[in-house]
């Protein structure tokens, strides 16, 4: 099963996704596909937050902050899947030195598409940043659409489509296995 969980920051989305990726794994393997490169106090805060939520859960730590293709797909792991973000993800691959790699979201997109077809389960993690009317420059409005094409492109593909809103879930496709 795949599911793709999107909504704002800070609403509950990495908690559910470990709930949904234990209860898909069963016994069986789970990884964590890790794809925050930190840069700062607060995003180490953060990480150390998501390794404690998930002490004890039995997830095994995959670090894929710029591609995933070399750190999971060409390994071919065996078992489910919480990857959390495609948003730190793109912006990884999107912004990696002083220019901007404009071949990053397609090249994401299909690892992701990739991942979900032949992972066992996988949850998906994205942030909805592009659904405000704010004005943004060209750069980041790039990247929010961007991030909108592959949010678009997995849930097309994926089982089931939640949105999480200020703690409540809203599922748009399928259901919850939970």
Known sequence: MTILLSGGAKNGKSALAQQLTCSLAGIGPRYYAATMIPRDEEDFARIARHQKEREGLGFTTI????????????KKYNGSF???????LLAN????GS?????????VEAELLALADWAQHTVFVSDAIYCDTGRYDWLTQAYRQSLAQIDRALA???????????????VYKGALPV
Do not use: Y
Request: charged letters at 20%.
């Open 63 to 74: 670090l894929c902050g710029k591609s995933i293709f070399h750190s999971i797909i060409n």
């Open 82 to 88: 919480l990857f959390d973000s495609v948003t730190a």
């Open 156 to 170: 097309a593909r994926c089982d089931c489509v939640a949105e999480l809103c200020a703690g409540q879930v809203v």
């Open 93 to 96: 691959a999107m912004f990696p």
């Open 99 to 107: 220019e901007p790699d404009w071949a990053a979201p397609k090249r």
